[in-house]
């Protein structure tokens, strides 16, 4: 096995109708106009008090304490737990974007050990190759056979450290046990561990050296979560942490304790799955994704995969909100996540400095809102 596998035991989905955060405390800022582009203010957790069925269903009430217990290590990155609870429940795979230091490996393992799940890391090198991820045949000498040995890809959460910086080969290593759950070797398919997900980072500035991901590999990830730098007030509480002997190797010293398990993830996809969604919600969706193919800044729009990503992670969010109905802000509210990174600019777009999420947040609010 290679020596780069290690065992370690945003979602910043944005609306206009949500609140802001103030950059200097982190309290929340005033109510920002519903005009305001998607991409300039930031979603919220739906509390207990806020969401009327969560008390009542103890599979929610369970994974809405996990943002609580994941909290006790990392410290402001709630939209990106929230955006792998969502990844969870729909069976989908993550992309974390982020500058090194903001808790990417440590967000992982807590929510592994809040949600009681196994998890292992793999930081991706140019020399790394593809049965250090899925496994590899070994020649047994005792028995003069080959025997298959397990690679890190089998496990709950598989954490692929800097993705981009491993070559093309090993990186579609993962796209059988991303699409089929599954590894096969000597023509046997081997399942893999049910829940199963993969959440691969990338370092949003240091591109010298790396293997982008094409756009097909791109589709296979579910949500694209990007991990801001903390505010003044949430980097102070994390120096504080460790200036009282906070280690981000031992969790369980944190406080951080299983709330929820698979049973409880297994209860909330079939109720996930049973959330209703209007005909004129579902019209809405497909009016989304085919304005991104029409929109003079996007060399390429989003696929009908798109379409179908955005109607399951909708649902979930509308779970976890309380509801068993879709509305039109719950597929706003993960529009820029799950579209992000299905869309490509156009050369002179980027000359100009357009971003992807300014695109996304004019065309959320150019599309008329079924009523």
Known sequence: MNDNVQQNTQ???YTGMAPSYDTASGAPAAQAPANIPPAKTAASWPSPD???????DPA???LLDVRHEVGKAV???DS????????LLCSGH???EGVPGVAKTLL???LSQALSLDTKRVQFTPDLMPGDVTGSLVYDSHSSEFTFREGPVFTNILLADEINRTPPKTQASLLEAMEERQVSADGVSRPLPVPFIVAATQNPVEYEGTYPLPEAQLDRFLLKLTMPLPARGEEIEVVRRHAEGFDPRNLAAAGVGAVAGSGELESARAKVAAVRVAPEVLAYIVDVVRATRAAPSFQLGVSPRGATALLTTSRAWAWLSGRDFVTPDDVKALALPCLRHRVALRPEAQM????VDEVLGNILASVPVPR
């Not at 806020?50 to 009542?56: H, I, Q, S, Y």
């Not at 990106?80 to 990844?87: C, F, K, P, R």
């Open 94 to 96: 993550v992309l974390l």
């Open 352 to 355: 100009d400095g357009v971003h």
């Open 80 to 87: 990106t737990v929230t955006g792998m609870l969502i990844a």
């Open 50 to 56: 806020r969401a009327p069925g969560a008390v009542g």
């Open 75 to 77: 410290v402001g990155q």
């Open 108 to 110: 992982v393992r807590a």
């Open 11 to 13: 979602w910043d989905g």
């Open 60 to 62: 929610r009430r369970a």
